[in-house]
């Protein structure tokens, strides 16, 4: 069995030609000649006494359809066969498979309308919900036999975050507390973190964050999906920047989403720039698809325009300046990022223009003077003085932990200790989330954090590299400066800390993985 095993590569290729003749095309031999899915399916077929002839022969005509379905499902990960079984049980399979998709989408939509789920009911409401996703994948794949894994080296990196917040909640001894701890030991400081119930909250949600990339890498693997999975976050952003706009601009109070009156609230979220933030990510979604492929040009073109304008017009209405700048940037990178992959760029610049164009004339036309006090009043602010303040307390803060920070979620903790002002100018985050990572994390933090970011990079390469046709082509352009538009924000912001954000970003990542399977 063990000579036959190491064989398998080579029955792989044999089975595939014929089946590539059989079927005319080349796309099912080329998904074969990944040898390590088509050879974990075909170990199930494989029979001691069976020479390679008969092999390859019982695979071809037996199970060539099966293996061809396995290997197109396995692009968004890795399909394991532990035993074959038909009927109701591969009915009920194919059932949960959709309800387990569904279950993703229902996560990822609702989770700006609880406030942005940034607070422990929606946090708990929501963990429960991927809790059941997990269990329902678990039951799919003891009753059918057939098991899907999803993962990459982002859920690796992700999960080596996880571990280091577990690091920072255990014990210490001794000898090694008062190496690494500046402070000296203590009965209240025998751990990393300065703040154990925070780490463990931080934790909790890290989890969750883990468990749903899982899931959505797991679900999204086939094209339609992740066209839904698109059209469902561009639908869902258009209706929140829409209701947004209605209230900030209303004279009669907010209809939905009631925050105090001096709140710098926008919709659904307690501030503003988190708002923005997510407009940032979905925006170039619907831009690059109008720009690759025309506007009027089919009926669903129009829609597409308009999402884009009312989104545009929430953020000026929201009056936030690094939004209003992310959407400028949007309208430059995506026609720059477009022309690599072959498009014109005096076209698509000019469609840009066009309808950044429409957004202002769409503003002035709902807001009219009121949208225009807030902006200049928004202007007017200097927030950049309060926040080098904060940078450079939350520095003396890494130089003082250096190696494992103060803990992952620790930082409001900590903060008061290193503010010049004495404690009166408090904040929870340090509006950048790169100097918060140093801080609560160190430097084997900002080690894994730097992975990460390299692996965002290469996804994104791939991606538009290995994407061809217009549709998967213009997607990946606008999931790519989805996430670059994210990563930018968090210089100046912490809108990634918000869970509905954080979703939308592990979204737009699955998908560059899922398009990075291209041929």
């Known amino acids: ?145 057939i098991g899907r894994w999803a993962w990459s080296r982002g859920h690796t990196w992700m999960a080596l975050f996880f571990g280091l917040a577990i690091l920072q909640l255990l014990p210490l001894p001794l000898s090694v507390e008062h190496i690494l701890l500046p402070e000296g030991g203590g009965l209240s400081w025998n751990r990393l973190t300065r703040d154990p119930a925070a780490t463990v909250a931080a934790a909790a949600k890290l989890a969750f964050m883990l468990a749903y990339f899982f899931l959505v890498t797991l679900s999204a693997r086939s094209s339609a999906r992740v066209r839904a999975l698109e059209l469902a976050l561009l639908g869902n952003g258009t209706v929140l920047a829409l209701l947004g706009t209605v209230n900030a601009l209303s004279s009669t109070g907010p209809i939905l989403w009631a925050f105090p009156s001096d709140s710098p609230s926008f919709g659904p979220y307690a501030n503003r720039a988190h708002f923005s933030t997510l407009v940032a990510m979905l925006l170039p979604l619907g831009l690059a698809r109008v720009l690759s492929e025309g506007i009027g040009r089919r009926g669903e073109r129009l829609p597409l325009v308009l999402a884009i304008a009312v989104m545009a017009t929430a953020v000026g209405a929201a009056a936030s300046r690094a939004g209003l700048a992310l959407i400028l940037m949007s309208c430059i990178a995506v026609p720059l990022v477009m022309k690599w992959k072959g498009h014109g760029l005096r076209r698509t610049l000019g469609r840009a223009c066009f309808i950044l164009g429409l957004a202002m004339g769409v503003g002035i036309g709902v807001g009219g003077e009121k949208l225009g006090e807030r902006l200049v ?134 998908v560059l993985l899922r398009l990075g399977r291209e041929r």
């Open 377 to 510: 009043g928004r202007l007017r602010d200097d927030a950049f003085a309060v926040r080098s303040e904060i940078w450079r307390a939350t520095l003396r803060m890494i130089a003082d932990h250096p190696v494992f920070g103060v803990g992952l979620g620790a930082f409001a903790t900590m903060y008061p200790h290193y503010d010049s002002s004495n404690g009166m100018r408090y904040t929870a985050e340090a509006h950048n989330d790169y100097l918060q990572l140093l801080a609560e994390t160190g430097i084997a933090g900002g080690l894994i954090g730097v992975g990460f970011l390299v692996f965002l990079l290469r996804i994104m390469r791939r991606s538009l590299s290995r994407t061809v046709e217009a549709r998967p082509g213009s997607l990946a352009v606008g999931a790519s400066v989805g996430i670059a538009s994210g990563l930018i924000h968090s210089l100046v912001d912490f809108g990634l800390q918000i869970t509905a954000n954080a979703l939308v970003f592990l979204s737009l990542v699955a």
């Open 1 to 145: 069995m063990g000579a036959r095993a190491r064989d398998l590569p080579d029955v792989a290729d044999d089975v595939a030609r014929p089946l590539a003749r059989a079927t005319r095309t080349g796309r099912i031999a080329h998904r074969f000649r990944e040898r390590t899915r088509l050879v974990r399916c075909l170990r199930d077929s494989i029979d001691r006494s069976r020479s390679r002839e008969e092999v390859v022969t019982s695979a071809t005509r037996h199970h060539g359809l099966a293996i061809a379905e396995r290997a197109a499902l396995a692009r968004g990960g890795v399909t394991f066969v532990v035993s074959e079984r038909g009927g109701f049980c591969s009915l009920g399979g194919r059932v949960c498979d959709r309800v387990l998709f569904g279950g993703v989408l229902t996560l990822v939509l609702l989770a700006p309308w609880l406030y942005g789920s940034d607070h422990a009911g929606a946090l708990l409401l929501l963990g429960w919900g991927a809790a059941a996703l997990l269990l329902l994948w678990l039951v799919t794949f003891a009753f059918t036999g």
